[in-house]
């Protein structure tokens, strides 16, 4: 560990867009339901017409999809209207703030106000970007590279320029007579790492080195992590150009060099003898450098900052912010995408070891952070994580026990277990109309990803294997399907559909639809009787009470179905008085019938007065049994 400790003074080692989540189906009116079904099928004006119907009582999500609507038919000043509402919800998270924010006018203070709302706020809500689950042992095989030294080898960089196994490396390599004689020269008492050429063997992990030593890109001093651009075949790294001081720290910078003209190295960041900039990696547009600094400013240790890239020179460097960095150590970022970062920390270790770490972009400088587990990660130090995109393969340096020097590389392939899960899916008739999110395909999605935080790197695709016979199945991109039933039936449907990536595909995957009156026969239903209730009286008659126990014994056979009760009074007494005395009665029955049921959030119902008139006429001509048919709570099943 003290080794370890010495080497880190050397080196210094997912616009998002959220789509609503579509809840609670029992409760929806139906026109939210076809604002729902026109939202997720991009007809922006329908859905406005049916969110607008309603709009004083739509969720919290259904909001955000009525002013993403406006937005998307280019009427702002609606959207400004909606987001406003939205965020002065208790409900609001940090992207309602952002995107109120940018609808505003930007200088304004209201605008600055929500803009620092959604920079300083913490991140409660991780919606589906939560990768906190362990990825499967079996999913990810690493492995030691062949060809590692008995000393120490990391930081891996592919540099695809003829060929796409060839590669950079960073090594110790301290038994050659030439690094030797140069530690000895700079007084160094810690291994000297230096860039090393090499082919790397995809298939079998097999490192070749190809050039003991890079004369023309090696200083007399050390060389550290890096990455390559093949856009400009640039390479930006790491490197120390004096000796160690008085404390045995050594500050370090950060370089560029065009491959193929490997004696024209430049300084690309301010260069001070006060803090280091070290670990360069650049994006895969080349307009943005992250990279790992001590410099004053931070939140403790080594930050990641980063630079952009302005008419070819780079800014002046931010800190990525306290949603990435912490009071510790984070350092070797590696930028996948505009959205992912993946990078190192010794935040969540045990005795100071480094684990490897996933950051996704939820709007400008907010992330969302995930450490990856088992088995990507060890109980040693894990860091210099990379992924060939072309090759599909991943890979991480490590001093894991396994190993065969101080550091070694390691890589794995990406081949994942697309899961195919049989998926039971029991639905409501709305008009025959069903909009699911959280369901079938995005379980599945879910699954994958929850298990899985790798696999988002990769695109996936649903394509449909059969095809429901009584109804049509549309699939989504942002992860939802809709299945409409073409006619008003009892029978179950069903239909099968498959994940694709760009590596393999799922089994097929089974989805069986149903409705919950497939289970309900004609006998059943009769014992739905209305109960009746004397003059001016709300608790429940007793041989009334047979009745309910019924309706209990079969909620309790049929728990996916649910119960609304509606309850009256005769048409004597003031309108107000009856409506108080409908409610009365409808709670003695719902309490009576949720006090014995599972799931009691199934039962509900409303008192209405004397607006369900069975025997109408005059009231004062109305006979006693008459008044006594409309003193009454009636049942409706919801499927």
């Given at each position: 560990m003290k080794r370890k400790l010495v080497v880190f003074l050397v080196f210094n080692f997912y616009n998002f867009f959220v789509f609503s989540q579509i809840k609670d189906l029992q409760k929806d009116s139906l026109s939210h339901i076809w604002g729902d079904y026109y939202f997720l099928n991009s007809s922006y004006e329908k859905s406005i017409l049916k969110y607008q119907t309603t709009d004083d009582n739509l969720s919290i999500d259904r909001l955000r999809n009525l002013a993403n609507s406006y937005i998307l038919t280019d009427n702002l000043e609606e959207a400004v209207s909606i987001y406003e509402k939205i965020t002065k919800s208790n409900k609001a998270n940090v992207l309602d703030y952002y995107n109120y924010a940018n609808l505003l006018?930007?200088?304004?203070?209201?605008?600055?106000?929500?803009?620092?709302?959604?920079?300083?706020?913490?991140?409660?809500?991780?919606?589906?970007?939560?990768?906190?689950?362990?990825?499967?042992?079996?999913?990810?095989?690493?492995?030691?590279?062949?060809?590692?030294?008995?000393?120490?080898?990391?930081?891996?960089?592919?540099?695809?320029?003829?060929?796409?196994?060839?590669?950079?490396?960073?090594s110790e390599q301290s038994n050659s007579k030439e690094i030797k004689t140069r530690s000895k020269k700079v007084n160094s008492k810690f291994p000297i790492y230096n860039f090393y050429e090499g082919n790397f063997n995809s298939e079998t992990f097999l490192l070749e080195p190809t050039n003991s030593n890079l004369k023309?890109?090696?200083?007399?001093?050390?060389?550290?992590?890096?990455?390559?651009?093949?856009?400009?075949?640039?390479?930006?790294?790491?490197?120390?150009?004096?000796?160690?001081?008085?404390?045995?720290s050594i500050q370090l910078n950060i370089y560029s060099t065009i491959?193929?003209?490997?004696?024209?190295?430049?300084?690309?960041?301010?260069?001070?003898?006060?803090?280091?900039?070290?670990?360069?990696?650049?994006?895969?547009?080349?307009?943005?450098?992250?990279?790992?600094?001590?410099?004053?400013?931070?939140?403790?240790?080594m930050d990641i900052y980063y630079a952009d890239l302005v008419d070819d020179k780079f800014s002046k460097p931010k800190n990525?912010?306290?949603?990435?960095?912490?009071?510790?150590?984070?350092?070797?970022?590696?930028?996948?995408?505009?959205?992912?970062l993946f990078y190192s920390s010794d935040k969540a270790g045990e005795g100071g070891k480094f684990n490897i770490y996933i950051?996704?972009?939820?709007?400008?400088?907010?992330?969302?952070?995930?450490?990856?587990?088992?088995?990507?990660?060890?109980?040693?130090?894990?860091f210099s994580f990379g992924i060939n995109q072309?090759?599909?393969?991943?890979?991480?340096?490590?001093?894991?026990?396994?190993?065969?020097?101080?550091?070694?590389?390691?890589?794995?392939?990406?081949?994942?277990r697309l899961a195919g899960v049989e998926d039971?899916?029991?639905?409501?008739?709305?008009?025959?109309?069903?909009?699911?999110?959280?369901?079938?395909?995005?379980?599945?999605?879910?699954?994958?990803?929850?298990?899985?935080?790798?696999?988002?790197?990769?695109?996936?695709?649903?394509?449909?294997?059969?095809?429901?016979?009584?109804?049509?199945?549309?699939?989504?991109?942002?992860?939802?399907?809709?299945?409409?039933?073409?006619?008003?039936?009892?029978?179950k449907d069903s239909f099968t559909y498959v994940l694709k990536s760009e590596l393999k595909h799922s089994e097929p995957i089974m989805v069986y639809l149903s409705t919950a009156k497939k289970q309900v026969n004609e006998i059943e239903l009769k014992q739905f009787e209305s109960v009746f209730f004397d003059f001016d009286k709300s608790h429940i008659i007793s041989k009334y009470k047979q009745r309910l126990d019924k309706v209990v014994e079969f909620l309790n056979k049929h728990p996916q179905v649910s119960l609304e009760l509606s309850s009256y009074t005769d048409c004597r007494g003031s309108n107000s008085y009856n409506l108080r005395l409908s409610n009365r009665?409808?709670?003695?029955?719902?309490?009576?019938?949720?006090?014995?049921?599972?799931?009691?959030?199934?039962?509900?119902?409303?008192?209405?007065?004397?607006?369900?008139?069975?025997?109408?006429?005059?009231?004062?001509?109305?006979s006693k049994t008459e008044h006594q048919e409309n003193r009454r709570t009636d049942f409706k099943l919801k499927f």
């Open positions: 006018p930007a200088g304004s203070d209201l605008a600055k106000e929500y803009r620092e709302k959604a920079i300083k706020l913490p991140i409660i809500d991780k919606n589906n970007l939560d990768i906190e689950s362990k990825v499967l042992p079996d999913e990810y095989v690493i492995e030691n590279a062949q060809g590692n030294s008995e000393k120490g080898d990391h930081g891996l960089i592919f540099i695809d320029n003829k060929t796409e196994s060839k590669v950079l490396f960073l023309n890109l090696n200083s007399k001093f050390q060389e550290g992590y890096g990455s390559y651009n093949p856009l400009n075949k640039t390479l930006y790294f790491t490197r120390s150009d004096s000796r160690l001081d008085s404390n045995d491959l193929d003209k490997r004696n024209k190295i430049k300084l690309i960041l301010e260069k001070t003898d006060k803090y280091s900039n070290l670990h360069p990696s650049i994006s895969s547009n080349n307009n943005r450098l992250y990279f790992s600094s001590n410099r004053p400013g931070g939140y403790g240790g990525l912010g306290p949603d990435v960095n912490s009071e510790y150590n984070e350092s070797f970022p590696y930028s996948y995408n505009d959205s992912i950051a996704t972009k939820v709007i400008s400088n907010r992330w969302i952070t995930n450490v990856l587990k088992d088995n990507v990660n060890s109980k040693s130090d894990d072309k090759l599909k393969i991943g890979f991480l340096s490590s001093d894991r026990k396994d190993g065969i020097g101080e550091d070694d590389i390691y890589a794995f392939k990406f081949n994942p039971f899916y029991e639905y409501k008739f709305s008009d025959t109309l069903v909009v699911a999110k959280n369901s079938v395909l995005f379980n599945d999605l879910e699954f994958i990803h929850s298990i899985d935080p790798l696999q988002k790197l990769y695109k996936k695709t649903v394509k449909l294997k059969s095809l429901p016979k009584n109804g049509k199945v549309v699939f989504n991109e942002n992860g939802t399907f809709l299945y409409k039933s073409e006619i008003d039936s009892i029978y009665r409808n709670a003695s029955v719902v309490n009576y019938i949720k006090n014995r049921v599972k799931n009691p959030e199934r039962v509900s119902g409303k008192g209405y007065g004397e607006k369900g008139f069975i025997n109408k006429g005059k009231c004062s001509k109305l």
